[in-house]
């Protein structure tokens, strides 16, 4: 009865909320109670949209903009932090909304199955997942300089301890020096070139390059961190893998994350990627202890993540997909785009806020949007 | 292991014993036998000794000490105090020697010569010596935070005083005399050795720490009007107008004279009316903005062939120095003299007397500055019991955060000084004691911590606190609002973009620039956007046709676009910087084309 009567509101609010007011309104409420609640909350509602013609996106730049300018004078109190050194503050925030690919300090929670969950296990997962590189398993590598050769001791002791087995350390490095003949002298692997000009110098460079060759773990994991939080373990790491780590039969697939928004996209999608873009966004704003509206947030995501991958709010960007040349003028390297548009022969519609601006136009937003039209018989 | 040594960073050799090495230069230095500007470091981490003796090392002077015992005695003092010797002769004894940054390395300093033990090898002149000359001018510096030190001598380096004796035959830029300049009631030991006497730069004010109507929130000051009309702050703003006769090639001449009336240019002849024969104002006239101070003529600024040819006598240009947008006073001093090429250089310097005004700002010596932010007539103001009212309120918000102890010492040294009729030294380090203060305020009959009872001058209610209250040295700055105040509603525009000008002195407009602009479009007010940009708005004929801007021909008072024939034209509204954009692009090649449509 109740139900139906708040089902008769479904086209007028959004799914969640009728929800809500399923769950509390009273079932046994009455008639002219119930449609009293659902036209306060209609009402509510209605107050609560944006009008048409407001400008979001230029308010969500300036709910963005100018808490960041007090970032900036913030930022220096923070460094210093013990364990891991973590972007936070204004660089973090640029290197987001720019679109980096790469970024300067890339991270993951790793969230663990329920079975896994207690300290001894997790801190054996730690050092299971943690990647491990030739230098960490070998007691000795040194050139030969009578026979030209690199001469590679491994230290059992290690090799046991991060469970690696001597063949595989031998398949590894079969797989990176393809050039070199791999043999085996006892306990001692030799790398011989094949072919006989090879100098002394390529030797030391390929030791170096040796000692950071991937043995065990999972890869791009360089530091692993297990931390107790609320009463949970967890392992937070320096680097990341998001797919391999979510392949892993410990991990809880559900919460665990990277900081690395391309590498979301490319793992779970787009849509996983823009929520990405809005935590890693939100997280540095709540860690100044600033306050901004997290819908401004939602839309700068939603405007990165429109084209189906990750656009930076850049020339290169999101800027360089505006429709208007004058807009994109407007916006860095003004010349570039008005040859270019020359070239091509381009139109400019002006229809949207800064052509108009520079026109001197009524800009087509707030008081500039009604026409009026007059009707001829 | 022998040493290296190093003149100027160059080796000039080795040595086996370093220390009696150094030892033997220091004693030869002292006696004279090596110069005194030469400096001797001996570096523990590379085992050698550097000797410095190139100029631009920074040097200062300290006591030698030797087996704990200073080597200036008290025969020296009494020597010095009878003028007998002077501060080269110590030098000269080798009782002060300057060290550069390099030999102090080696040396133990002490503050003072009550701490000297047998390890150090230097004394102090004066533990004053770590401040600056201006920094030394604060009173009780050494009850403050070093930051507020500086702040003090940065503000008191803005203050305006007696800078000169004989400022009247001075030609000098921007510069203020302080009308009534007074010695500081509570002085440091820099006062009398920089002759603070003879150019003091404040006036000594009775200050209560308290607040007022709010008026002087935010660091801002309330003045007593009686005061101020009794001449406290006055001071008189000179400033320079400079015109010379320059030469042009072909023998022509600007000329100083009032220029006639064909002149072209020509202002009215009433601007010209200060002017004497000579074309140049006369000493005391009042000015106004846009009255002539110096008449002149230049000849035309582009000789065409045509000129020649025409008429025989070319029409000059006129020149002459006008007084500027908002500025006035008198006329104080005129010099007709000649420049570095020989040409005839007139200057005339304008004074403006400057009353305090809301606005001004003042500073005690402790960094505290502000401005005032009320004038309040001395019939309003706070009085205490024995009937003086203050002559400045100072906020009391501003002494907790910024713990200027010395601001709270100076008003009860002062009281102090204006009570017993003599001066109170403050020098740092070496001030007179606070509790000797105390007590001999107390002694003269009043509160010891220098508070009074405060009634209101409105009502003649007595406040329920004690009121602190006390003499302060305070120093008009030279940033004064009548120098800064600017407003435009219409004015002058750039003749490029037709936008208004910017800056005070050309009568600028103040910018709605590009996040002012964003807040307009932020809240929708499109229309008002468009009118607040409309300052250089423009009607631009263009050709429906080809899109490019046509002609329109006044004498015929009709539009054509000089490409197409017989195509329609139509007036379009814009921006003037529009259109200069449009330009821009035909100059860099690009065609910009406008499609016109109808409005409706």
């Known amino acids: 009865m109740t139900s139906e009567l708040i089902k008769k509101y479904e086209n007028l609010l959004p799914k969640k909320i009728i929800g809500e007011a399923m769950e509390l309104i009273p079932k046994g409420a009455k008639k002219a109670d119930v449609e009293k609640i659902m036209k306060i909350l209609v009402d509510e509602y209605n107050y609560a949209l944006v009008d048409p013609g407001e400008c979001v996106g230029l308010i969500a730049a300036e709910s963005l903009g100018e808490p960041s300018t007090q970032m900036t004078l913030n930022t220096f109190h923070l460094a210093g932090v013990a364990e891991m050194n973590v972007t936070m503050g204004l660089p973090r925030i640029i290197e987001i909304l720019d679109g980096r690919k790469t970024i300067s300090t890339p991270m993951m929670e790793i969230y663990i199955k329920e079975e896994f969950r207690n300290e001894k296990k997790v801190r054996g997962i730690a050092e299971q997942i943690k990647e491990r590189t030739l230098k960490e398993i070998i007691s000795d590598i040194s050139i030969n300089l009578a026979e030209i050769q690199l001469e590679i001791s491994l230290n059992e002791k290690k090799m046991k301890q991060f469970n690696v087995e001597r063949t595989v350390v031998l398949k590894n490095i079969e797989k990176a020096v393809k050039t070199y003949e791999v043999k085996e002298k006892g306990e001692v692997i030799i790398l011989k070139p094949k072919s006989k000009d090879e100098d002394l110098n390529i030797l030391y460079l390929l030791r170096e390059k040796l000692k950071n060759l991937y043995v065990t773990g999972i890869k791009g994991l360089k530091q692993v961190l297990p931390v107790k939080r609320d009463e949970e373990y967890l392992i937070i790491t320096a680097g990341t893998n998001l797919k391999e780590v979510l392949s892993r039969d410990f991990t809880d697939t559900t919460r665990t994350v990277s900081n690395d928004s391309f590498e979301i996209a490319d793992v779970l999608g787009i849509e996983a990627a823009r929520q990405a873009i809005i935590n890693e966004i939100y997280k540095v704003i709540e860690g100044q202890g600033l306050n901004i509206d997290i819908r401004h947030v939602m839309l700068v995501s939603d405007t990165m993540c429109t084209s189906g991958q990750i656009r930076g709010i850049t020339r290169f960007g999101v800027v360089s997909e505006k429709p208007s040349v004058l807009a994109r003028a407007s916006f860095e390297t003004p010349i570039k785009h008005i040859v270019n548009a020359s070239l091509i022969n381009e139109r400019d519609e002006l229809n949207s806020v800064i052509e108009n601006v520079m026109l001197n136009q009524p800009v087509p937003t707030g008081t500039g949007l009604p026409k009026l039209g007059i009707k001829l018989d | ?600």
Do not use: W
């Open chain 2, 1 to 600: 292991m022998s040493t290296e040594i190093y003149l100027n960073s160059k080796i000039i050799g080795s040595v086996d014993n370093a220390t009696d090495f150094i030892d033997r230069f220091k004693e030869d230095r002292r006696k004279g036998k090596v110069s005194t500007d030469i400096n001797i470091q001996y570096k523990e981490k590379e085992n050698g000794i550097y000797l410095y003796s190139s100029k631009g090392r920074v040097a200062r002077p300290l006591i030698v000490v030797k087996d704990g015992k200073s080597l200036i005695t008290q025969k020296h003092i009494e020597q010095l105090e009878k003028k007998e010797i002077g501060f080269s002769d110590l030098i000269l004894q080798g009782a002060i020697e300057y060290l550069d940054a390099g030999e102090e390395e080696n040396a133990l300093v002490a503050f003072t010569e009550d701490v000297l033990t047998k390890e150090h090898t230097h004394l102090e002149i004066s533990p004053l010596g770590i401040t600056g000359l201006v920094t030394s001018l604060v009173p009780f510096g050494n009850y403050n935070a070093p930051t507020r030190l500086n702040a003090g001598s940065k503000n008191q380096k803005q203050a305006i005083g007696f800078y000169a004796s004989n400022y009247p035959v001075r030609i000098d830029m921007d510069v203020s005399m302080l009308h009534y300049p007074q010695i500081p009631l509570v002085q440091t030991l820099t006062n009398p050795i920089s002759e603070y006497e003879k150019h003091p730069s404040g006036q000594n004010v009775v200050l209560a720490i308290l607040s007022f109507d709010g008026y002087n929130m935010e660091d801002a000051i309330i003045v007593n009007k009686g005061t101020i009309d009794r001449g406290l702050a006055r001071s008189s703003y000179y400033r320079l107008e400079s015109v010379s006769e320059l030469r042009y090639q072909g023998g022509l001449t600007d000329e100083i004279s009032i220029p006639d009336k064909e002149v072209r240019g020509y202002r009215t002849e009433e601007d010209y009316r200060f002017l004497e024969e000579d074309g140049i104002i006369s000493p005391e006239s009042k000015v106004d903005e846009g009255d002539v101070i110096i008449g002149r003529t230049s000849p035309p600024r582009f000789l065409s062939s045509m000129d020649e040819l025409n008429l025989g006598q070319t029409q000059r240009r006129e020149s002459s120095s006008v007084v500027m947008h908002g500025e006035g006073g008198t006329v104080d001093f005129v010099l007709i003299t000649e420049n570095e090429e020989g040409n005839k250089l007139v200057q005339v310097r304008l004074r403006d007397q400057k009353i305090p005004e809301i606005g001004d700002k003042f500073t005690s010596r402790h960094g505290q500055k502000g401005v005032i932010g009320m004038i309040v007539p001395s019939e309003d103001m706070p009085f205490t019991a024995s009937g003086i009212t203050p002559d400045i309120l100072f906020n009391p918000h501003g002494i907790p955060s910024r713990m200027t102890v010395s601001h709270l010492i100076e008003l009860v040294g002062g009281k102090t000084a204006a009570l017993s009729g003599r001066y109170i030294d403050g020098t740092t380090f070496n001030s007179e004691k606070e509790d000797d203060l105390r007590k001999e305020l107390s002694s003269l009959g009043f509160r010891e911590n220098g508070t009074e009872t405060f009634y209101n001058g409105r009502t003649g209610e007595m406040f329920n606190a004690k009121i602190f209250v006390g003499n302060m040295y305070y120093l008009k700055l030279k940033h004064m609002v009548s120098n800064k105040m600017h407003s435009r509603a219409r004015g002058p525009i750039q003749l490029l973009t037709r936008q208004p000008t910017e800056g005070r002195a050309k009568e600028g407009g103040l910018r709605l620039g590009e996040m002012e602009k964003d807040t307009f479009i932020a809240h929708g007010a499109s229309l008002l956007l468009k009118d607040r940009f409309d300052a250089d708005k423009t009607i631009v004929p263009i050709c429906e046709n080809c899109g490019q801007i046509a002609v329109h021909d006044e004498y015929k008072n009709r539009d054509f676009c000089p490409m197409c024939e017989d195509s329609t034209v139509s007036n379009v509204e814009m921006a003037y910087a529009f259109k200069l954009f449009l330009d821009e692009m035909k100059s860099m090649g690009v065609l910009p084309k406008l499609e016109l449509k109808d409005k409706y």
